[in-house]
Nanobody, 116 residues
């Protein structure tokens, strides 16, 4: 099992920045890929960005050039740096870890609200 705790959400004006953190504990050695998803109000959850254990990254088109995913292996923490935020980035952001067996682990979510 892997436990995830997110932090760093909040209220920010359009054009501002936030950094989300996701601290992992438990069976970290089983994790192959880590990522961030979000769920805008009234919409389904969607992929934002992922990073593999090897460091390869992938981003949704709507965040390319604005968001950066990174990780600190020593701290078992994944980050999402969000710049040039837009009102449409509002939603609950969830941290995800996927094991080599394709088991998905989720954090509790952190609210990001971008005001216009």
């Amino acid at each position: 099992q892997v436990q995830l705790v997110e932090s760093g959400g909040g209220l920010v004006q359009a054009g501002g920045s936030l950094r989300l953190s996701c601290a992992a504990s438990g069976s970290i050695f089983t994790v192959n890929a880590m990522g961030w998803y979000r769920q805008p109000p009234g919409k389904p959850r969607e992929l934002v960005a992922t990073i593999t254990r090897g460091g390869a990254t992938n981003y949704a088109d709507f965040v390319k050039g604005r968001f950066t995913i990174s990780r600190d292996n020593a701290k078992n923490t994944v980050y999402l740096q969000m710049n040039s935020l837009k009102p449409e980035d509002t939603g609950v952001y969830y941290c995800n870890h996927r094991s080599y067996r394709l088991d998905d682990y989720w954090g509790q979510g952190t609210q990001v609200t971008v005001s216009s």
